[in-house]
């Protein structure tokens, strides 16, 4: 199971406050390389998550997994940034791109070799990814507009995943709690799931 996971370095959660609390990203970073998760998202918005650029470039640089720089973009060059940065792929907010700009982002991103992962979190916007012909889309089992505060659960992925392109790779995000929550993702048909708060908390013992 532990190659379906994809952990997130998130500094500071606006809901459980500080979650690194004193551990170094970069060992941490190493030590799940070597357990096999399947990739590594690093959030680089600052104000309310903590996130920066320098700890993105400085776990790329760590590890050969696949990294997803996680921020609210809302320009071309964010992208670039992003590419000069390491990341492997950039997360593109259905909730807070513009209509009008998410599908040039999704375009521009792979013409740049950059994997674009389109995250929903309601029916509406499973559509708009759909209409971008989005190959990864990532569900939110939280309220990202709300800065994830909400009692999300899995149970959106559960609901929404029906109405996925049958030929998109699934991520369930954020809200997974347990080793329950995680088989529960999967078998609705998720092909991954990214865990941040949880992991940081208490280890999750699926992880370890």
């Given amino acids: 199971m532990i190659n379906k996971l994809i952990i997130d370095f ?9 979650l690194f609390r004193g551990r170094n990203p970069i060992e941490v ?10 990739g590594l998202s690093v959030v680089t918005e600052s104000k309310h998550f903590g996130g920066s650029l320098e700890l993105l470039r ?7 997994l696949p990294v997803l720089r996680k921020d609210f973009i809302t320009s071309e060059d964010d992208l670039y940034e992003t590419l000069d940065c390491g990341a492997k792929g950039i997360l593109l907010i259905c909730a807070t791109v513009p209509h009008d700009k998410i ?5 521009k991103s792979l013409s740049l070799g950059l994997h674009p992962l389109v995250e929903v979190c309601s029916a509406e916007e499973m559509k708009i990814a759909k209409d971008i012909n989005a190959k ?22 559960v609901e929404l995943i029906r109405l996925a392109p049958k030929d998109a790779f699934i991520i ?11 088989k529960k993702a999967l078998n609705a048909g ?10 940081w908390n208490d280890g999750l013992t699926f992880i370890v």
């Fill in 190 to 199: 998720a092909n991954a799931v990214l865990v941040g708060t949880a992991f």
């Fill in 136 to 157: 990864i889309i990532g569900i939110n089992n939280k309220n990202i507009t709300a800065l994830e505060k909400d009692s999300g659960t899995v149970e959106r992925t």
């Fill in 172 to 182: 369930s995000e954020s809200g997974i709690t347990c080793d329950d929550d995680v």
């Fill in 29 to 38: 970073a190493k030590q799940l390389e070597k357990a096999g998760v399947l």
């Fill in 103 to 107: 599908s040039a982002f999704h375009e």
């Fill in 10 to 18: 998130k500094p500071i959660s606006p809901k459980d406050g500080d």
């Fill in 58 to 64: 400085s776990i790329t640089k760590a590890v050969s």
